[in-house]
């Protein structure tokens, strides 16, 4: 069975410092892997994504992802945190042969200034 | 802009009052889903369109329906909301093998009286 796990549902982290949310997977095959975030009361919204080619990938906002296939990883990581980066963020994979997106439970961010 | 649109924001509905929530897209994506989200859990894939062929969630309840007219709109109809059916309705579509992520609305928060 396909699936993603974040294993961490709230992140704490100070204004300025480095900060990661983790996602690990489990896929048949090559995985097209994202990054959304969520705001309150809003639709998700697109960060990043791993389909092939360079393991690091760079999205919006400062954000970045690495893909490890060797430990199935797929973390999220921003150099320096802001105030503004605090919300929900879900890391999902999308089902091999289909067009369904299977979603990790979410991990809360809370940027501390 | 192309974007995902979804009418009402907020919708207030009674106990089995029925009730129908709207979404459009300006992308001219082939794949549209609807998604339910309780209390900032991940998202709950209810069904998805690809072009006019209509895949439903095994575990969809039978009191929720879809229809999708054309391309641009697609609608959720909720035939005899329940207390539980309380939640955040989020429409998303995508571009078959060109982009692969997901783009959302801003979602139809659903509150049942």
């Known amino acids: 069975a396909q699936s993603v796990a974040q294993p961490e549902d709230q992140v704490n982290v100070a204004e300025g410092n480095p900060l990661t949310v983790k996602c690990t997977y489990s896929?048949?095959?090559?995985?097209?892997l994202f990054w959304y975030v969520q705001y309150p009361n809003r639709g998700l919204q697109f960060l990043l994504k791993?389909?092939?080619?360079?393991?690091l990938v760079k999205g919006s906002y400062g954000f970045e992802a690495e893909f490890n296939k060797s430990q199935t990883s797929f973390h999220l990581k921003k150099p320096s945190a802001l105030v503004s980066d605090s919300a929900l963020y879900f890391c999902a994979v999308r089902a091999l042969g289909t067009y369904k997106y299977i979603f990790g439970t979410g991990t809360r961010l809370k940027v501390l200034a | 802009d192309a974007m995902v649109i979804q009418n009402p924001r907020y919708q207030v509905t009674q106990f089995g009052k029925p009730v129908t929530l709207s979404c459009s897209q300006t992308l001219n994506h082939n794949v549209m889903y609807w998604y339910q989200q309780k209390s900032s859990q991940a998202p709950k894939l209810l069904f998805h369109y690809y072009d006019k062929d209509f895949n439903n969630e095994a575990d969809t309840p039978d009191n929720f329906q879809s229809r999708r007219p054309n391309t641009s709109f697609c609608f959720l109809d909720i035939r005899s909301p329940g207390l539980g059916d309380a939640a955040m309705y989020l429409c998303?579509?995508?571009?078959?093998?060109?982009?692969?992520?997901?783009?959302f609305g801003p979602g139809t928060r659903l509150t049942v009286t």
């Open positions: 896929v048949s095959g090559n995985p097209y």
């Open positions: 998303a579509t995508s571009e078959r093998e060109v982009s692969y992520e997901q783009y």
């Open positions: 791993y389909i092939t080619g360079d393991n």
